[in-house]
């Protein structure tokens, strides 16, 4: 019975790895998570501009009716202007570097990981400035629970991704394969 190691042996090449390697791993989903966030930020804009009104109730669970009073409206309207200007330098900025990390040639293996780390912490100020942004949301209508609790669940979802993806980069290693 041979093994995998005793065929790579004969031919002098090492096996490729059933596992992509790390910088690969964290740049593919930095760069879907950053081109995610680029089409909801899209979305809300063509939806603003177009004055496309989604249907709501004052009672709703889902979808519900709020104004906000004048004070509180110019309060967050500036707060709120630059936190989206942020949020969408940090992904158009993250997902630029997660794509250079992504097609560098693996001839240039401290490129790609210094690449990986830029994305990745962009990608970090970005979810804070989504988290600021929550909290706006929610100081203005303080009443919805269930997007809260949404809201929130997504937050920890991508803090705990953040923190995983760090690790992934400090504690995994390139496998050495052929260069395309």
Same mark, same amino acid.
């Given at each position: 019975m041979?093994?995998?190691?005793k ?11 059933p596992?992509?390697?790390? &910088?690969?791993l &964290? ?5 879907? @998570? ?7 930020? !899209?979305?809300? *804009?063509a +939806?603003?501009h ?8 004052p ?7 709020v104004?906000? @009073?004048?004070?509180?409206? =110019?309060?967050?309207?500036?707060a709120?202007? #630059? ?12 997902? #630029?570097? !997660?794509? =250079? ?22 990608a970090? &100020?970005g *979810?804070?400035? *989504?988290?600021?942004?929550t909290?706006?949301?929610y ?5 919805s629970?269930f997007?809260?609790m949404?809201? @929130?669940?997504?937050? &920890?979802?991508?803090?705990? +991704?953040?923190?995983l ?16």
């Amino acid at each position: 019975m041979d093994t995998p190691q005793k065929k790579a042996g004969s031919t002098g090449r090492k096996i490729a790895s059933p596992c992509p390697d790390a &910088v690969r791993l &964290v740049s593919q989903w930095t760069l879907s @998570t950053g081109c995610f966030f680029l089409v909801i930020f !899209a979305l809300d *804009h063509a +939806f603003d501009h177009f004055n496309f009104q989604i249907p709501c109730s004052p009672s709703g669970i889902f979808l519900r009716c709020v104004e906000p @009073t004048d004070a509180v409206a =110019l309060a967050n309207a500036a707060a709120e202007s #630059a936190g989206w200007i942020g949020m969408l330098w940090c992904g158009a900025a993250q997902t #630029a570097a !997660a794509a =250079l990390a992504l097609h560098l040639p693996c001839r240039y293996r401290r490129v790609r990981r210094a690449l990986a780390y830029i994305a990745r912490a962009l990608a970090i &100020v970005g *979810h804070s400035l *989504h988290a600021r942004a929550t909290v706006l949301l929610y100081a203005a209508d303080p009443g919805s629970l269930f997007a809260v609790m949404g809201w @929130t669940l997504i937050i &920890v979802f991508l803090a705990v +991704f953040d923190l995983l993806c760090f690790l992934i980069l400090m504690l995994g290693r390139e496998v050495r394969t052929e260069c395309d």
